[in-house]
């Protein structure tokens, strides 16, 4: 298999096609949710709707990713998240005359029902399509990409992403909102599209003989699984594997307090930005633009460093410098100081997600991929809710006792005293380069079956 292929390629264009669009999505929707309600909960519960079927629902989808052909799914995804933004762009346009101008939302009093609860259904169901391409689209990769180059291919596809959801989707998507508050919407549903011809474009991967764990065949490969076990017992096989799996299992409640607390800081992100940052617009893109440098950087970079100082070693700087980053975020009021932090934060982000993600493509049996997954995912991001339901929480009750700005800047303090509290304790003894490494070569071996309680 060559180091990078068509294949490959044209998953990488179907990514930065909807990326655009994401970038784009990530100042829309913050900014019509603002001009919905000033509400601190009820924007948070607009988080939560987003992020909810990562915890209802990805379970499941693991099954089916598992079962079905990866492509098909993400393809699929893609097409009903372009429908159901047109919805949420007509749903705006209908509503667009109540609607204050992108940079009048102080204006807003009170909270517009019925575009809100559009907005809450829509969210989740373009969350229900989020989880379903995620799962699919993570799994997918080891089929087009041989085992040495894994990490190699997520990071170039890490920095193409980053150009696209954070260089060009949001100054784009500040520019749209200055046209109309429904044309990004519009915008965000056709790169939806185009991304669902893009992989459904690529020619399904030839059947594969996948040694570890002895099968004959990949369902990445586009082949569908002939056992037809009850999903619940495929479901368990999945679980199990992963809670055997020590480091895995660790990495994966580790990421989950992450999701958490980083969700307690910015449940009411948007509301910060505008009234403690004061931004407009354009500077609340500005900020996105800014801290993808970092991201970029540690895509573009994520290999090199790891062969240098060792995956362990950047995973507890990982850490280190989310505490740090939260934790003076809270106190500044400079919207350029809070993006250099956000840069900094976003540089150990991406080299998290570039050696984790690669570590569970190559540690996890392809057969079993999909529901490892999406169980380890259900653990990480099935925390965001919750985590965003605290924040907001948080502000309302701070506001009753204090002043809104402290108020606002209080979930960043919390997070970040939670960050040095749970994760130093937890992740730091555990997420070392020795135990990635012992991972790594317990995979090289036979897996045992998920049966055996072999207390991996």
Known sequence: MSKIG????????????????DGVAQIAYPWLASAVTRNPLLIAVIGIAQRLPWLVFTLPAGVLTDRKDRRVLMAGANSLRAVLTVFVAVAVLGFGGDLPGPDELSAVVDTDVALYVALIVSSILLGIGEVVHDNAAQTFMPSIVAEEHLEHANGRLYTVETVANQFVGPPFGSLLLAIGFAVPFF??????????????????????????????AAPSAGLEHVDRRRWQDELREGVRWLWDHRFLRSLAITLGLLNLLSNVSTASWVLFAQEVLD????????????????????????????????????????????TGVTVVIGFVSSWPLAAGLLALEFFTTVQ??????????????DRLLGRVNSVYRFFAWGMIPIGTAVGGLIVVLTERLTSRETALRMPWWIAGGGYLVLLGAYALPRLTTANIERARAEAKGPVPSADTGSGR
């Open 6 to 21: 068509a294949n490959y390629r044209k998953l990488v264009a179907a990514s930065a096609v909807s990326n655009i669009g």
């Open 279 to 322: 931004t407009n617009s354009t500077e609340f893109a500005l900020i996105t633009v800014i801290s993808s440098i970092g991201a970029l950087v540690g895509g573009w970079l994520s290999g090199r460093l790891t062969r240098r100082f060792g995956s362990g070693v950047l995973l507890r700087w990982a850490l280190v410098t989310f």
């Open 352 to 365: 998290w997600n570039v050696i984790t993600v690669s570590l569970r493509q190559t540690i996890i049996p």
């Open 187 to 216: 915008v965000d549903a056709g790169t939806f599209a185009v991304a669902a011809v893009l992989v459904a474009w690529i020619a399904p991967p030839t059947a594969r003989a996948i040694a570890r764990g002895g099968d004959t």
